[in-house]
């Protein structure tokens, strides 16, 4: 007869997820992992495989939380720029808040500490920037199509503008308390929607 599993797998997960976050891959162990989520080391190898594996699942488990939300803010009915306005300084907050300025994004932190060695992350955070690459393209074409936005402004380069500032506003918000820093870039990539 099989033996049913003792411990939940979707909690499991979410606690890897959330050490993961917290400490990066390379400073977390089995062992911390074993501590962490509760569950016996070959508990773990056999419901999620390895330590990379594991964090690759912890990391689909992210993503799956924001591209529904990116979309949902960008696609409301009427004018499109007050949504990027409002996503470019939800990312500045977000950025400067303590509690999660130390995290800072988890695809961000798997782009500086994992992608440039492993091909299997660096696919996984490219998909997802390629991913809120898009839905600020839509959303600023879109503008650009309601008259928001100058005619001779480039939706797609201004979506990768801002894709670059909202990566970039997480890596510089994990390692200053200066909230102006991160604020006033934000305001300055804005004036340029203007």
Not at 137 to 160: C, K, N, Y
Request: aromatic share 6%; glycine share 6%; proline share 5%.
């Amino acid at each position: 007869m099989a033996r049913t599993k003792e411990f939940d797998p979707d909690a499991a997960l979410r606690a890897a997820l959330e050490l993961f976050w917290r400490r990066g891959y390379e400073a977390t162990s089995m062992s911390d992992l074993v501590e962490h989520l509760g569950v016996g080391r070959a508990s773990i190898y056999a419901t999620f495989g390895n330590k990379r594996e594991l964090y690759l699942k912890a990391l689909a488990r992210y993503e799956q939380g924001l591209l529904p939300d990116l979309l949902e803010d960008l696609s409301r009915p009427g004018p499109a720029l007050p949504g990027v306005r409002s996503l470019v300084r939800r990312y500045a907050a977000e950025a400067s808040a303590d509690d999660a300025r130390l995290r800072g994004c988890f695809v961000t932190n798997t782009a500086a500490e994992l992608a440039p060695h492993d091909a299997v992350a660096a696919r996984r955070v490219e998909r997802n920037w390629d991913q809120l690459e898009t839905v600020l393209h839509s959303a600023l074409a879109r503008a650009r199509a309601e008259g928001e936005l100058p005619a001779g402004r480039d939706p797609q380069a201004l979506a990768r503008m801002l894709l670059v500032l909202l990566q970039g506003m997480r890596v510089v918000g994990k390692a200053t308390s200066d909230p102006a820093r991160v604020r006033d870039a934000a305001e300055q990539a804005l004036a340029l929607l203007d």
